[in-house]
C-alpha cells in the first residue's frame, strides 16, 4: 500500500480549511461554509471505514497512522461536525462575518488530527500550535463584546507561554536522549538503565505543564472559568472536548513510547495532578451559579479522573482513558449543545436560574439534559458510568487505591452540583409573570437531530457498551 | 423460563403509564396499578412454581438466567431467583399495588410522570433483588435511587430539595463506596484465577487472606448500612421520609430499607465468612445502638410522620441483629422482620399520609381524639400500633422472637438489651395512639372517615401480617431453604477454590471470561 495513501484522512482534513479559505473569498454563504465543513469532516469518517482494517504504514518520521490515530481523528472530526451543527444556530444569531468561524474550526480539527497521529517532537509542537492558534480566533470571535476579547487575550498569553515550556522540554529531552522521535525514544530509553537524568526528568516535568495548560489540569487551570465563561459556547464545547480529547491522545502515546510514564517520580507528579484537579474542581464548581464556569471546573474535575487511568497505563489504562473520554465527548457536546440551543438574540441561557422549572415547559430537553448531568455525574445507565467504572477497574487492577478512594470521594462531592441544576428543572417555574423566561428557543431540526443523537448515543455506550470496548481495544492495542 | 419479564413488564408498564398520562390522569393509574397487580400475580404462580419444582431438587435453588453482557470485563446478564429473592420481589410488587392506590387522588400534579418513576423503583429493585452478577446488582443498586429522587424531588413536602439531595448524596456515596469493594473483590479473585468475572456464583468463594477480607467486607457492610440504615448512618432517612410523598415512604420504609438487609444476607454472610464472625460483635452492638436510640428518638419526635421513620431504624435494628448472629433461627427472623416491618411501616406511613391529606398536618400535637370522627382509621391504627409493638399473632412478633431467640445463643447481654427496645416499641405505639385518636378533640376536627379504597389497602395489609404472624410457615420454609442452600453453596465454591490443584474456576460453569488484561502484575 502506497504510504501516503494512508495519509488521506489528515491530507483530506488539511484540504478543507484551504477550500473554505478560496470558497469564502469568492463567494460568502454561511450555509455554504457549514456544508463545506461538515463534508469535510465527513469524507475522511468515510475512508476510515475502509483503511481501518489495513496495517499500519510507517510514515517515519513525522507521522504514524495506525489504529489509535485513526480511532481518534474519527471521534474528534465526529465531535467537530456536531460543533459546526450547533455554532450554525449560535452564529445565526450574531453580527458580522460568520464563514471565518468555520475555516478556524476545520483548521482547528486539523491540528488535533496531527496531534494524534505525530510519532515526533515536530508534528506534537507544530500540531498543537496549529490548534492554539486558530483556538485564539475562535475563543475572541465576537470581538465586539468585553468579554470574548478578555478571555481571548487570556488564553492567548497562558497559551503561548505554556508553548514556551513546552519547547523548552522538549529542547532539554532531546539534549538527554538525542533524539525527538517517540519510536526512537523507546529504543533509547530501553538501552539505559542507569536512573533517569536530571536533564530528561526537567525535560518531562515542562512537558507535562505544556499539556497541563490544554487539559486545564491543576494548577494551570487558571484560564479555563474566564475562557468557558467568555467565548462562544460552541467554542467552549470545542475547546472542553475535541481539544482535551487530542492532548489526551498525544499524551498516551508518548506515555507509551517516550518513557513518560515509566517513572515513579512522573507518575507521583501526575498523581497529585489528579487529586488536586479532582478535589478542587468539584470544590470549586460547588460555588458556581453560572452553568458554563460550573462546567470548566467539572471539567478540571473529570480531567482529573482522566489523568487517575493515564496513571494506570497498563493496557487496561489506555482502554480505560479512551473510553472514557469518548463517554465525556457525548455528555459534554450534549450539554453545551443544549445551553447553545436554548440560548436566543436576548441572552445566552448560562446562569442555573435560567433552567428553573424547564421541565414543566420543555420535558424532552430537560430529560436529555438530566441525563447528560447523571452521565458526568456516573450514575448508572449513561455512558458515563461506564466511563467511570472502567477507569476505577483501571486504577483497582493497577494497585492505585489511594488514587481510586479519593476519586470517589471527590466524585460525591461533585454529585453536588449536578444535584443542583437536576432539580433546578424540576422546580415550580418562578412566580414572577413578568419576568421574561429565559430559555425558551425552539430547536432547529438538525439541532434537535444532533442532541437527540447523542443523547441515544449516551444511552446506548450506558446500556451496552460491549461493541465500543472492542472497537476501543482494536484500535488502541495498536498503540502498544 | 428468562427471568427478564420480571424487570420488563413493570419498566414497560411505566413507560405506558408515562405516555397515557399525556392524556388522561386515570389512564395512567389504571395502567400502573394494572401492571403492579400482573406482576404480582405473576410472582405468586412463579412462588407456586418454585416450591413445586425448583427447591426439591437437589442442587436446585436457583431459577436463573444468564447472556452475556460485557464480555470483555466478564460482566454478564445473570439474573436468579432464589427463595429470599421471590419474597422480596413479592414484597416489592404487592407493595408497589398500595402505592399506586394510596396516591389515587392525593397526587394531581404530571400523574404520568409519578407512576413512571413508581413503576420505575419496582423494576430498579426487583433488578436488585435478582442480579446476581455483582455490576448488574450495583448498576440496579444505583438506579433504583433515580426514581427516588425524583419522587421526593416533585411531589414531596416543604423541605423536599434539601430532604433528597441529602437523600442521594449519601447514598450514592455509599454506593460509590460498595462500587470500590465489588472492584477489589474482583481484582483478588483475578489475581488468585486469572479469570476476570463479575459473577456472583464464582465470586462468592473466592479465598482471600483476612484483611483483605475484613477490608472488602466492611465496604460492603457500610453501602447496605447506609441503606439499612446502621445508627451512624441513618441521618438521611428522617429527612427523607420526612418529605416523601406517601407513596415515596412506602417505597422507602418497604423497599428500600430491604435492598441494605437483603445485600448483607446475599453478599456479607456468604462471601465473608470469616470477617462476619470477627466483625460480629461490633455489628451487634451496632444493632442494639440502632434499637434504641430509633425507639429512643421516635419517642422525641414531635413530627408524626419523622416518628414512624425513627421507629424503623429501631426495626430494622433487629435485622442487622438477626443477621449477624448468623444462626438459622436469627437469619430467618431477620427475613420476617423484612417483612413484617414490609407490612407495618407501609401502613403506618399510608395511615400518616391519609391524616395529614384529611388534616394538612404532621403536628402530634395538633391532632386528638380522631376516633370520635374516624373509628375506622383509628382502628386500623391500633392494629398497626399492636403489630408495630410486637403483639403475639401479628407478624412482627414471629420476626422480633426469631432473632432475640437466634441471638441468645450468640451474646446474651446484648440480646437482653435489645428486648429493652420492645418495651421502648411498646411505649412508642400506645403513645402514638393516645395522642392522635384517642382523648378530647381539641383540634376540632371534622373530617371524612376512610374511603373504600382507602380500607382496601389497609384491609389487604391487615391481612398480610395477620397471615405472616400466624401462619408463616410457607415463608420460613422458601427462606430457610434459599439460606441453607446458600451457605452451603458458598462453602463448596470456597472449598473448591481452596484446593491446590484446582485453579479456582467456581463449580457453576460460568463462562471463563478471558482476560484483556495485559498488566505484568501477578
Given at each position: 500500500?502506497?504510504?501516503?495513501?494512508?495519509?488521506?484522512?489528515?491530507?483530506?482534513?488539511?484540504?478543507?480549511?484551504?477550500?473554505?479559505?478560496?470558497?469564502?473569498?469568492?463567494?460568502?454563504?454561511?450555509?455554504?461554509?457549514?456544508?463545506?465543513?461538515?463534508?469535510?469532516?465527513?469524507?475522511?469518517?468515510?475512508?476510515?471505514?475502509?483503511?481501518?482494517?489495513?496495517?499500519?504504514?510507517?510514515?517515519?518520521?513525522?507521522?504514524?497512522?495506525?489504529?489509535?490515530?485513526?480511532?481518534?481523528?474519527?471521534?474528534?472530526?465526529?465531535?467537530?461536525?456536531?460543533?459546526?451543527?450547533?455554532?450554525?444556530?449560535?452564529?445565526?444569531?450574531?453580527?458580522?462575518?460568520?464563514?471565518?468561524?468555520?475555516?478556524?474550526?476545520?483548521?482547528?480539527?486539523?491540528?488535533?488530527?496531527?496531534?494524534?497521529?505525530?510519532?515526533?517532537?515536530?508534528?506534537?509542537?507544530?500540531?498543537?500550535?496549529?490548534?492554539?492558534?486558530?483556538?485564539?480566533?475562535?475563543?475572541?470571535?465576537?470581538?465586539?463584546?468585553?468579554?470574548?476579547?478578555?478571555?481571548?487575550?487570556?488564553?492567548?498569553?497562558?497559551?503561548?507561554?505554556?508553548?514556551?515550556?513546552?519547547?523548552?522540554?522538549?529542547?532539554?529531552?532531546?539534549?538527554?536522549?538525542?533524539?525527538?522521535?517517540?519510536?526512537?525514544?523507546?529504543?533509547?530509553?530501553?538501552?539505559?538503565?542507569?536512573?533517569?537524568?536530571?536533564?530528561?526528568?526537567?525535560?518531562?516535568?515542562?512537558?507535562?505543564?505544556?499539556?497541563?495548560?490544554?487539559?486545564?489540569?491543576?494548577?494551570?487551570?487558571?484560564?479555563?472559568?474566564?475562557?468557558?465563561?467568555?467565548?462562544?459556547?460552541?467554542?467552549?464545547?470545542?475547546?472542553?472536548?475535541?481539544?482535551?480529547?487530542?492532548?489526551?491522545?498525544?499524551?498516551?502515546?508518548?506515555?507509551?513510547?517516550?518513557?513518560?510514564?515509566?517513572?515513579?517520580?512522573?507518575?507521583?507528579?501526575?498523581?497529585?495532578?489528579a487529586?488536586?484537579?479532582?478535589?478542587?474542581?468539584?470544590?470549586?464548581?460547588?460555588?458556581?451559579?453560572?452553568?458554563?464556569?460550573?462546567?470548566?471546573?467539572?471539567?478540571?474535575?473529570h480531567?482529573g479522573y482522566l489523568l487517575v487511568a493515564v496513571i494506570a497505563?497498563?493496557?487496561e489504562g489506555?482502554h480505560a482513558v479512551?473510553f472514557y473520554l469518548?463517554a465525556y465527548?457525548?455528555?459534554?457536546?450534549?450539554?453545551?449543545?443544549?445551553?447553545?440551543?436554548?440560548?436566543?438574540?436576548?441572552?445566552?441561557?448560562?446562569?442555573?436560574?435560567?433552567?428553573?422549572?424547564?421541565?414543566?415547559?420543555?420535558?424532552?430537553?430537560?430529560?436529555?439534559?438530566?441525563?447528560?448531568?447523571?452521565?458526568?455525574?456516573g450514575?448508572?445507565?449513561?455512558?458515563g458510568f461506564v466511563g467511570k467504572f472502567y477507569v476505577l477497574t483501571a486504577g483497582v487492577l493497577?494497585?492505585l487505591?489511594?488514587l481510586v478512594?479519593?476519586l470517589?470521594?471527590?466524585s460525591?462531592?461533585?454529585?453536588?452540583?449536578?444535584?443542583?441544576?437536576?432539580?433546578?428543572?424540576?422546580?415550580?417555574?418562578?412566580?414572577?409573570?413578568?419576568?421574561?423566561?429565559?430559555?425558551?428557543?425552539?430547536?432547529?431540526?438538525?439541532?434537535?437531530?444532533?442532541?437527540?443523537?447523542?443523547?441515544?448515543?449516551?444511552?446506548?455506550?450506558?446500556?451496552?457498551?460491549?461493541?465500543?470496548?472492542?472497537?476501543?481495544?482494536?484500535?488502541?492495542?495498536?498503540?502498544? | 423460563?428468562?427471568?427478564?419479564?420480571?424487570?420488563?413488564?413493570?419498566?414497560?408498564?411505566?413507560?405506558?403509564?408515562?405516555?397515557?398520562?399525556?392524556?388522561?390522569?386515570?389512564?395512567?393509574?389504571?395502567?400502573?396499578?394494572?401492571?403492579?397487580?400482573?406482576?404480582?400475580?405473576?410472582?405468586?404462580?412463579?412462588?407456586?412454581?418454585?416450591?413445586?419444582?425448583?427447591?426439591?431438587?437437589?442442587?436446585?435453588?436457583?431459577?436463573?438466567?444468564?447472556?452475556?453482557?460485557?464480555?470483555?470485563?466478564?460482566?454478564?446478564?445473570?439474573?436468579?431467583?432464589?427463595?429470599?429473592?421471590?419474597?422480596?420481589?413479592?414484597?416489592?410488587?404487592?407493595?408497589?399495588?398500595?402505592?399506586?392506590?394510596?396516591?389515587?387522588?392525593?397526587?394531581?400534579?404530571?400523574?404520568?410522570?409519578?407512576?413512571?418513576?413508581?413503576?420505575?423503583?419496582?423494576?430498579?429493585?426487583?433488578?436488585?433483588?435478582?442480579?446476581?452478577?455483582?455490576?448488574?446488582?450495583?448498576?440496579?443498586?444505583?438506579?433504583?435511587?433515580?426514581?427516588?429522587?425524583?419522587?421526593?424531588?416533585?411531589?414531596?413536602?416543604?423541605?423536599?430539595?434539601?430532604?433528597?439531595?441529602?437523600?442521594?448524596?449519601?447514598?450514592?456515596?455509599?454506593?460509590?463506596?460498595?462500587?470500590?469493594?465489588?472492584l477489589?473483590?474482583?481484582?483478588?479473585?483475578?489475581?488468585?484465577?486469572?479469570?476476570?468475572?463479575?459473577?456472583?456464583?464464582?465470586?462468592?468463594?473466592?479465598?482471600?487472606?483476612?484483611?483483605?477480607?475484613?477490608?472488602?467486607?466492611?465496604?460492603?457492610?457500610?453501602?447496605?448500612?447506609?441503606?439499612?440504615?446502621?445508627?451512624?448512618?441513618?441521618?438521611?432517612?428522617?429527612?427523607?421520609?420526612?418529605?416523601?410523598?406517601?407513596?415515596?415512604?412506602?417505597?422507602?420504609?418497604?423497599?428500600?430499607?430491604?435492598?441494605?438487609?437483603?445485600?448483607?444476607?446475599?453478599?456479607?454472610?456468604?462471601?465473608?465468612?470469616?470477617?462476619?464472625?470477627?466483625?460480629?460483635?461490633?455489628?451487634?452492638?451496632?444493632?442494639?445502638?440502632?434499637?434504641?436510640?430509633?425507639?429512643?428518638?421516635?419517642?422525641?419526635?414531635?413530627?408524626?410522620?419523622?416518628?414512624?421513620?425513627?421507629?424503623?431504624?429501631?426495626?430494622?435494628?433487629?435485622?442487622?441483629?438477626?443477621?449477624?448472629?448468623?444462626?438459622?433461627?436469627?437469619?430467618?427472623?431477620?427475613?420476617?422482620?423484612?417483612?413484617?416491618?414490609?407490612?407495618?411501616?407501609?401502613?403506618?406511613?399510608?395511615?400518616?399520609?391519609?391524616?395529614?391529606?384529611?388534616?394538612?398536618?404532621?403536628?402530634?400535637?395538633?391532632?386528638?381524639?380522631?376516633?370520635?370522627?374516624?373509628?375506622?382509621?383509628?382502628?386500623?391504627?391500633?392494629?398497626?400500633?399492636?403489630?408495630?409493638?410486637?403483639?403475639?399473632?401479628?407478624?412482627?412478633?414471629?420476626?422480633?422472637?426469631?432473632?432475640?431467640?437466634?441471638?441468645?445463643?450468640?451474646?446474651?447481654?446484648?440480646?437482653?438489651?435489645?428486648?429493652?427496645?420492645?418495651?421502648?416499641?411498646?411505649?412508642?405505639?400506645?403513645?402514638?395512639?393516645?395522642?392522635?385518636?384517642?382523648?378530647?378533640?381539641?383540634?376540632?376536627?371534622?373530617?371524612?372517615?376512610?374511603?373504600?379504597?382507602?380500607?382496601?389497602?389497609?384491609?389487604?395489609?391487615?391481612?398480610?401480617?395477620?397471615?405472616?404472624?400466624?401462619?408463616?410457615?410457607?415463608?420460613?420454609?422458601?427462606?430457610?431453604?434459599?439460606?441453607?442452600?446458600?451457605?452451603?453453596?458458598?462453602?463448596?465454591?470456597?472449598?473448591?477454590?481452596?484446593?491446590?490443584?484446582?485453579?479456582?474456576?467456581?463449580?457453576?460453569?460460568?463462562?471463563?471470561?478471558?482476560?484483556?488484561?495485559?498488566?505484568?502484575?501477578?
Amino acid at each position: 500500500m502506497n504510504p501516503f495513501s494512508a495519509l488521506t484522512p489528515i491530507v483530506l482534513l488539511g484540504l478543507t480549511p484551504l477550500v473554505l479559505m478560496l470558497v469564502i473569498s469568492f463567494h460568502r454563504s454561511h450555509r455554504l461554509a457549514v456544508v463545506i465543513s461538515l463534508v469535510g469532516m465527513a469524507l475522511p469518517l468515510a475512508l476510515l471505514a475502509g483503511t481501518a482494517t489495513s496495517a499500519a504504514p510507517p510514515l517515519a518520521p513525522l507521522l504514524i497512522i495506525d489504529g489509535y490515530a485513526l480511532f481518534y481523528i474519527g471521534l474528534l472530526s465526529t465531535a467537530t461536525m456536531v460543533v459546526v451543527v450547533l455554532s450554525y444556530g449560535f452564529l445565526e444569531r450574531v453580527p458580522g462575518n460568520r464563514e471565518e468561524f468555520y475555516l478556524l474550526l476545520t483548521l482547528a480539527t486539523f491540528g488535533c488530527a496531527v496531534l494524534t497521529a505525530s510519532n515526533h517532537f515536530i508534528s506534537f509542537f507544530l500540531g498543537l500550535e496549529i490548534l492554539s492558534v486558530s483556538l485564539y480566533g475562535l475563543v475572541a470571535y465576537l470581538r465586539t463584546t468585553r468579554t470574548a476579547l478578555e478571555s481571548g487575550i487570556k488564553y492567548l498569553i497562558l497559551a503561548a507561554a505554556s508553548a514556551a515550556f513546552l519547547l523548552f522540554g522538549m529542547a532539554l529531552i532531546y539534549a538527554d536522549l538525542g533524539t525527538m522521535d517517540f519510536t526512537a525514544m523507546t529504543s533509547v530509553l530501553a538501552a539505559k538503565t542507569r536512573e533517569p537524568s536530571v536533564l530528561l526528568l526537567g525535560g518531562f516535568g515542562m512537558v507535562i505543564i505544556g499539556a497541563g495548560f490544554k487539559l486545564a489540569v491543576v494548577p494551570f487551570h487558571m484560564w479555563a472559568p474566564d475562557v468557558y465563561q467568555g467565548a462562544p459556547t460552541p467554542v467552549t464545547a470545542y475547546l472542553t472536548t475535541v481539544s482535551k480529547g487530542a492532548m489526551v491522545a498525544l499524551l498516551l502515546r508518548y506515555g507509551q513510547y517516550g518513557g513518560l510514564l515509566d517513572y515513579d517520580s512522573v507518575a507521583s507528579v501526575l498523581a497529585v495532578i489528579a487529586v488536586l484537579s479532582m478535589f478542587l474542581g468539584n470544590l470549586l464548581a460547588l460555588l458556581q451559579d453560572n452553568l458554563k464556569r460550573l462546567l470548566a471546573y467539572s471539567s478540571i474535575a473529570h480531567l482529573g479522573y482522566l489523568l487517575v487511568a493515564v496513571i494506570a497505563a497498563s493496557r487496561e489504562g489506555s482502554h480505560a482513558v479512551t473510553f472514557y473520554l469518548v463517554a465525556y465527548f457525548i455528555t459534554s457536546l450534549g450539554i453545551f449543545g443544549i445551553i447553545t440551543a436554548l440560548s436566543d438574540e436576548r441572552k445566552e441561557a448560562d446562569e442555573i436560574s435560567d433552567y428553573r422549572g424547564l421541565f414543566w415547559r420543555r420535558p424532552w430537553v430537560s430529560g436529555a439534559l438530566s441525563l447528560m448531568l447523571f452521565s458526568l455525574a456516573g450514575i448508572p445507565l449513561t455512558a458515563g458510568f461506564v466511563g467511570k467504572f472502567y477507569v476505577l477497574t483501571a486504577g483497582v487492577l493497577s494497585d492505585l487505591w489511594a488514587l481510586v478512594i479519593l476519586l470517589v470521594v471527590s466524585s460525591v462531592i461533585g454529585l453536588y452540583y449536578y444535584l443542583r441544576i437536576i432539580i433546578t428543572m424540576y422546580l415550580s417555574a418562578p412566580e414572577d409573570p413578568s419576568s421574561p423566561l429565559s430559555a425558551t428557543r425552539r430547536f432547529s431540526l438538525p439541532e434537535g437531530l444532533v442532541l437527540a443523537g447523542l443523547t441515544v448515543l449516551l444511552i446506548w455506550f450506558g446500556i451496552y457498551p460491549a461493541p465500543l470496548l472492542s472497537a476501543i481495544q482494536a484500535a488502541v492495542g495498536s498503540l502498544a | 423460563m428468562s427471568l427478564a419479564w420480571i424487570l420488563l413488564l413493570p419498566f414497560a408498564g411505566g413507560l405506558a403509564a408515562w405516555i397515557a398520562g399525556r392524556w388522561s390522569d386515570l389512564w395512567a393509574r389504571w395502567i400502573a396499578l394494572g401492571t403492579a397487580l400482573l406482576h404480582l400475580l405473576l410472582l405468586l404462580v412463579t412462588w407456586g412454581v418454585f416450591f413445586t419444582r425448583v427447591a426439591p431438587a437437589p442442587g436446585g435453588w436457583l431459577m436463573a438466567s444468564k447472556q452475556p453482557w460485557i464480555p470483555q470485563l466478564g460482566i454478564s446478564f445473570h439474573l436468579a431467583v432464589d427463595g429470599i429473592s421471590l419474597l422480596m420481589l413479592l414484597l416489592a410488587s404487592f407493595l408497589t399495588v398500595l402505592a399506586v392506590l394510596t396516591s389515587w387522588t392525593s397526587i394531581t400534579r404530571s400523574v404520568g410522570f409519578y407512576h413512571f418513576n413508581l413503576l420505575l423503583i419496582l423494576t430498579a429493585l426487583s433488578g436488585v433483588f435478582i442480579a446476581f452478577d455483582l455490576f448488574l446488582f450495583f448498576a440496579f443498586w444505583e438506579i433504583s435511587l433515580l426514581p427516588l429522587y425524583f419522587l421526593i424531588g416533585i411531589w414531596g413536602y416543604e423541605n423536599r430539595v434539601y430532604a433528597t439531595t441529602k437523600f442521594f448524596i449519601i447514598t450514592q456515596g455509599s454506593g460509590l463506596l460498595m462500587l470500590v469493594a465489588i472492584l477489589g473483590l474482583v481484582v483478588v479473585h483475578w489475581q488468585s484465577t486469572g479469570v476476570l468475572t463479575f459473577d456472583y456464583l464464582d465470586l462468592v468463594g473466592t479465598v482471600m487472606s483476612d484483611t483483605k477480607a475484613f477490608w472488602l467486607m466492611l465496604g460492603f457492610f457500610i453501602a447496605f448500612a447506609v441503606k439499612l440504615p446502621v445508627v451512624p448512618f441513618h441521618t438521611w432517612l428522617p429527612d427523607a421520609h420526612t418529605q416523601a410523598p406517601t407513596a415515596g415512604s412506602v417505597a422507602l420504609a418497604g423497599l428500600v430499607l430491604k435492598i441494605g438487609a437483603y445485600g448483607m444476607l446475599r453478599f456479607v454472610v456468604p462471601m465473608f465468612p470469616q470477617a462476619v464472625a470477627d466483625f460480629t460483635l461490633t455489628a451487634m452492638i451496632l444493632a442494639v445502638v440502632g434499637i434504641l436510640y430509633g425507639a429512643l428518638l421516635a419517642l422525641g419526635q414531635t413530627d408524626l410522620k419523622r416518628m414512624v421513620a425513627y421507629t424503623s431504624i429501631s426495626h430494622m435494628g433487629f435485622v442487622l441483629l438477626g443477621i449477624f448472629a448468623g444462626n438459622e433461627l436469627a437469619l430467618q427472623g431477620a427475613v420476617i422482620i423484612m417483612l413484617s416491618h414490609g407490612f407495618s411501616a407501609a401502613a403506618l406511613f399510608i395511615m400518616v399520609g391519609d391524616l395529614q391529606h384529611r388534616t394538612h398536618t404532621r403536628e402530634l400535637g395538633r391532632f386528638g381524639g380522631l376516633w370520635a370522627v374516624m373509628p375506622r382509621m383509628g382502628g386500623v391504627g391500633l392494629f398497626f400500633a399492636m403489630a408495630s409493638l410486637g403483639l403475639p399473632g401479628l407478624a412482627s412478633f414471629v420476626g422480633e422472637f426469631l432473632v432475640l431467640l437466634g441471638a441468645f445463643q450468640v451474646n446474651m447481654p446484648l440480646t437482653v438489651l435489645a428486648s429493652v427496645g420492645l418495651v421502648a416499641a411498646t411505649v412508642y405505639s400506645l403513645w402514638m395512639m393516645q395522642k392522635v385518636y384517642y382523648g378530647a378533640n381539641t383540634g376540632d376536627w371534622q373530617v371524612d372517615d376512610t374511603s373504600g379504597r382507602e380500607m382496601t389497602v389497609m384491609a389487604s395489609l391487615i391481612g398480610a401480617t395477620l397471615w405472616l404472624g400466624l401462619y408463616p410457615q410457607p415463608v420460613l420454609t422458601t427462606s430457610g431453604h434459599a439460606l441453607a442452600e446458600m451457605k452451603k453453596f458458598a462453602a463448596e465454591a470456597r472449598a473448591t477454590a481452596a484446593r491446590p490443584e484446582g485453579t479456582g474456576s467456581a463449580a457453576s460453569g460460568a463462562v471463563a471470561a478471558t482476560s484483556p488484561v495485559g498488566g505484568e502484575r501477578p
